[in-house]
């Protein structure tokens, strides 16, 4: 009798102790049938004790990663996903246009004063003296000019504003309104000078006429209010409008 090699000496297994595990018994008559052994969970697999579980909770809203952080009404509404605060551009807009209507009224009434003065001025500044006219005029322009001063620095300041706040119109607008205060000097003696020019032409200004260039220079002092005025409106105009437009969205 030849011996085998293994535990079994080269015999096959026998069911029984020491052997091979019996296959499940097959149900009688009568008797329920046995559950089948639950399969045993593979590496990288999740246990079967976990599935069809429902996954944890968010944590509240406002926490790191957790559900609703960014969601709608958690925080200040900026404007329509650009992150602009369009209520203060719209607020920005609405100043710089009432500003621009104070300020036409501040211009016109510093050459109003200096047009009925000019008499008076002349005759000052010929060595005579000042009447009533001159010296009303004299304080009326002192006042109107500390007024414009500071609404040219309100109108310089709120047009920053608006284009660094601001995007697309509204930040156009802001750079036409800031850039039209310092244009406003260039260009007022430009209208001055060209006024004398054709005035000098005309035959209106003499190097006897000094009235007459008090109201060259009023009236070049209108045309020059107007246009300025007029810059800084457009530009106040396209803030407030796109404002409003995003809000309405």
Known sequence: ???GYGP???????????GQNPPPPAPQWGQPEQP???PQPQWGQPSPSQ?????????????PGAAGQYGMG???QLGAGDGVNWKRV????LILLISAAVLLLLRLGIN????????DLAASDA??????????SSLANLVLYGLNFLVNLIVLGLGIAAAVMGRGRARVGGIIAAVAIPLSAVLFWVFVFLAGIIMGIAGVIDDQSTTAIYYVTAGAGVVHALVIVAIIAVGSFFVFSTASKKLSV
């Open 112 to 119: 109003l004063s200096t047009f009925i003065g000019a008499d």
């Open 74 to 76: 958690t925080g200040p």
């Open 51 to 63: 599935w069809g579980q429902a996954s944890p909770a968010a944590g509240p809203a406002g926490y």
């Open 8 to 18: 079994d000496h080269g015999q096959q297994g026998q069911w029984g102790p020491g």
């Open 90 to 93: 719209k607020l920005i807009g």
């Open 1 to 3: 009798m030849t011996q």
């Open 127 to 136: 060595g005579g003296e000042i009447g009533a006219a001159g010296v009303g």
């Open 36 to 38: 089948a052994p639950a």
